[in-house]
């Protein structure tokens, strides 16, 4: 199995980026998807998850609003949208897909996003 996230780079406050990840060797669409992010000297969060048909979100309170995940079956690739970017969004991102909500059984490797301010 492997989700390769890509995407990531430095980009000003207020600015957007497009994040993807792109997972083989499972049934895609049979996981629920999540993107987590882990900031320096911080613990990892959840910040956005999508149910197997893309049908149900969920974002956490922090980026809800400014970020959008979304999926396409047929590329088994999952998608995070961030515009109105801050400083604080500074982190690595990584990709996640579980067969259960709330949980993640399998990790990508990250891909870092920086904000300048």
């Known amino acids: 199995v492997q989700l390769q996230a890509f995407g990531g780079g430095l980009v000003q406050a207020g600015g957007s980026l497009r994040l993807s990840c792109v997972v083989s060797?499972?049934?895609?669409?049979?996981?629920?998807m999540a993107w987590f992010r882990q900031a320096p000297g911080k613990e990892r969060e959840r910040i956005a998850s999508?149910?197997?048909?893309?049908?149900?979100?969920n974002y956490a309170d922090s980026v809800a609003g400014r970020f959008t995940i979304s999926r396409d079956n047929a590329k088994s690739t999952v998608y995070l949208q961030m515009d109105s970017l801050k400083p604080e969004d500074t982190a690595v991102y990584y990709c996640?897909?579980?067969?259960?909500?709330?949980?993640?059984?399998?990790w990508g490797k990250g891909t870092q996003v920086t904000v300048s301010s």
């Open positions: 999508i149910n197997w048909s893309g049908s149900s979100t």
């Open positions: 996640t897909g579980a067969l259960v909500t709330g949980e993640a059984d399998y």
């Open positions: 060797g499972l049934s895609f669409r049979n996981y629920v």
